[in-house]
């Protein structure tokens, strides 16, 4: 048996993405764009972490490629996208407030399991 499994399965390489924006809603033009934009994240199987930041579980970098792809050919017209990527050894270590409270750590999706 080959060491790629286990180097496949990586906290290291396995990664999130997430995208962050600042878009304009001040014509109705713009927030339907705005909206499409969110719905389009939503149906790519990002989540809301918050209202203009969305995270996605990706395998490796060549699947962080292919829906950065995606994303681009959705663009909004107008606005600010930014895209990030953490592994997912990063990702366990964000810290979170809720309400002046420290939160603990996310869960990892369910979706880890089925790798």
Known sequence: MSAEPASYLSG???MWIF?????????????????????????????????????????????????????????????EIHVLTFTDRQYENIVRFSSQRRKRPRKNPDQLAMF
Not at 57 to 77: M, T, V, W, Y
């Open 19 to 79: 995208v962050m924006f600042d878009l304009p809603v001040g014509t109705k033009k713009q927030s339907r764009e705005a909206t499409k934009f969110r719905e389009f994240l939503l149906d790519e199987g990002f989540e809301m972490s918050q209202f203009s930041v969305y995270a996605r579980f990706c395998n490796g970098q060549d699947s962080f490629q292919a829906h950065l792809k995606r994303i681009e050919r959705n663009l909004p017209e107008k606005g």
């Open 12 to 14: 290291y390489r396995l």
